[in-house]
Nanobody, 116 residues
Framework: QVQLQESGPGLVKPSETLSLVCTVS??????????WSWIRQAPGKGLEWMGA???????AYSPSLQSRTSISRDTSKNQFTLQLTSVTPEDNAVYYC????????WGQGTQVTVSS
């Protein structure tokens, strides 16, 4: 069973870069047909898919966030990372990492607050 765990700072200052890491266990991020996504949910709003990196390292991003988002991976650590630049209070949300392909597994989520 694939398990995912998000980690990173819970508080980020406006205009800074948010960096979150998702550590995967119970499976490899290079396994065929696995797609590793970042998803967020702001207070009172629905889930928002931010982007993904696939099992061969290809990436895709939400058009609305593409200019500020970067997803990368470290296969030696079985991790993938989200970077979101120039954050504002509108980026306050619970951030989830998930595998939306074969396993459908999600992390428990991590709260991120943007505040000075």
């Amino acid at each position: 069973q694939v398990q995912l765990q998000e980690s990173g700072p819970g508080l980020v200052k406006p205009s800074e870069t948010l960096s979150l890491v998702c550590t995967v266990s119970g499976g490899s991020i290079t396994t065929n047909w696995h797609y590793w996504s970042w998803i967020r949910q702001a207070p009172g709003k629905g889930l928002e898919w931010m982007g993904a990196i696939d099992y061969i390292g290809g990436t895709a991003y939400s058009p609305s966030l593409q200019s500020r988002t970067s997803i990368s991976r470290d296969t030696s650590k079985n991790q993938f990372t989200l970077q979101l630049t120039s954050v504002t209070p509108e980026d306050n949300a619970v951030y989830y990492c998930a595998e939306l392909g074969s396993s459908g597994s999600w992390g428990q989520g991590t709260q991120v607050t943007v505040s000075s």
